[in-house]
Each structure stands twice: as C-alpha cells, then as structure tokens.
C-alpha cells in the first residue's frame, strides 16, 4: 500500500525557513517523478516544485531561486527548503508523484508565514 507522510510545517515569520520532509513507500518513490503541491485557502492545489528520479528540478515560478526540492533514493525521502518565505506561501503542501496520482493524497503539513 503507497503512504506519502508530509511533515516539518509550521508558524515562520516572513523572511525565514523551513524544511519539509515527505516519506514515500518504495512502489511510489522509485517510480515517478515526485513532487511538493500547495494549496492556500480558497485557491486550487498547485505544483511547486518537482524532481525526476534522474534528480531533474523545476519550479513554479513563484518559488524559483527560494525553494529547493530533493530526495533522497535510499531513504526513499523528498524533500522541500524554503527560504525567504513570503506571507502568500501560507498553504498546506503535499507531496505526490508528478503528475499527481489521486488516491495517494496524504494529510499534508500546514506553513504558515506571518509576523
């Protein structure tokens, strides 16, 4: 059975970090691109920033140059650093494979940036 498990969210004023970590069963992580969704309140889930299993990264654009996404193969763990964090990142955000598979949607972990 695929289990992703997001954690590492919280309260962070403007301008800090944090660090999301994402565990993947085996089945999912090693066969897709993986990705870290957002979904602010009264918004659509959106994609901000996904990596292939070759390692390959993109980004929205409104992320580019302060968040960075990796994994890790052998702990089959990806991860999202998120600096300069900005009061419009306060979302939930989920990891998934790229593109998204419905039925693998975890909980998700709650970031909110406000002073």
């Not at 498990?5 to 691109?33: D, K």
């Not at 580019?64 to 419009?88: H, W």
């Amino acid at each position: 059975q695929v289990q992703l498990v997001e954690y590492g969210g919280g309260l962070v004023q403007p301008g800090g970090s944090l660090r999301l970590s994402c565990a993947a069963s085996g089945s999912i992580f090693n066969s897709y691109a993986m990705g870290w969704y957002r979904q602010a309140p009264g918004k659509q889930r959106e994609l901000v920033a996904s990596i292939s299993r070759g390692s390959s990264t993109k980004y929205a654009d409104s992320v580019k140059g302060r968040f960075t996404i990796s994994r890790d193969n052998a702990q089959n763990m990806v991860y999202l650093q998120m600096n300069s964090l900005k009061p419009e990142d306060t979302a939930d955000y989920y990891c998934n494979a790229d593109p998204p598979i419905a039925r693998y949607w975890g909980k998700g972990t709650l970031v909110t940036v406000s002073s």
